[in-house]
């Protein structure tokens, strides 16, 4: 068994049956109190956030995960299918493990996959993607000025606020993590 001093952001822990993945771990020793563990976590299956409090070197279940990264082949309803780089097996990965990243997939990106005995419990997209703008309205000469934002349609239908000098058929790079503009790509 692990202790809390083990824990840190972005591990995964079995608390009351349930895996959840920490979100915020701090240590905290208020005046003439005993010292303690604060963390925030994110339930893996319902998403909900819950807060707890450890004692200091208190026994933890930390699960057992593993990362693979993987290629997205194609969308099969409410899965994705997934391959494994290494023995080329496919497995179906439910869409809703990526959240909002889903509509920037495109097919042939690389994916990182978390699992634990098996069973895929987190996925998470590129952390940037780039993207043709297929549609947006014109800019006018002059407008680099302001930060002015107008709606753009990518090439696999998602919409992204870009600056108004970008126009259409231009490539820009995407964060997949808050679904901003990034940059122009040349």
């Known amino acids: 068994m692990a202790t809390t001093s083990d824990v840190h952001v972005g591990t995964v822990l ?64 409410e899965f994705l299918v997934c391959m494994d780089k290494e023995n080329f097996e496919q497995i179906p990965i439910p869409d809703s ?32 993607v780039e993207m043709v703008i297929t549609y947006c309205e014109p800019g006018v000469k002059g407008d680099t000025a302001t930060n002015t934002l107008k709606p753009a349609t990518m090439e696999n239908g998602a919409i992204v606020n870009v600056p108004l000098f970008v126009g259409e058929g231009e490539k820009i790079k995407i964060d997949t993590r808050t679904g901003s503009y990034v940059e122009r790509v040349k």
């Open 97 to 128: 493990l990526f959240g909002d990243a889903l509509k920037f997939l495109k097919e042939g990106m690389e994916v990182k996959v978390s699992f634990e005995s098996e069973m895929p419990i987190l996925a998470e997209a590129p952390t940037f």
């Open 14 to 77: 079995r608390i009351n049956g349930e895996l959840c993945v920490v979100t915020e771990w701090q240590h905290r020793t208020p005046g003439n109190l005993r010292a303690f563990y604060q963390g925030k976590m994110r339930n893996i299956r319902n998403g909900k956030i819950l807060e707890n409090r450890f004692r200091s070197g208190e026994e933890v279940d930390i699960a057992r995960v593993e990362y693979k990264m993987m290629e997205y082949l194609y969308n099969d309803g």
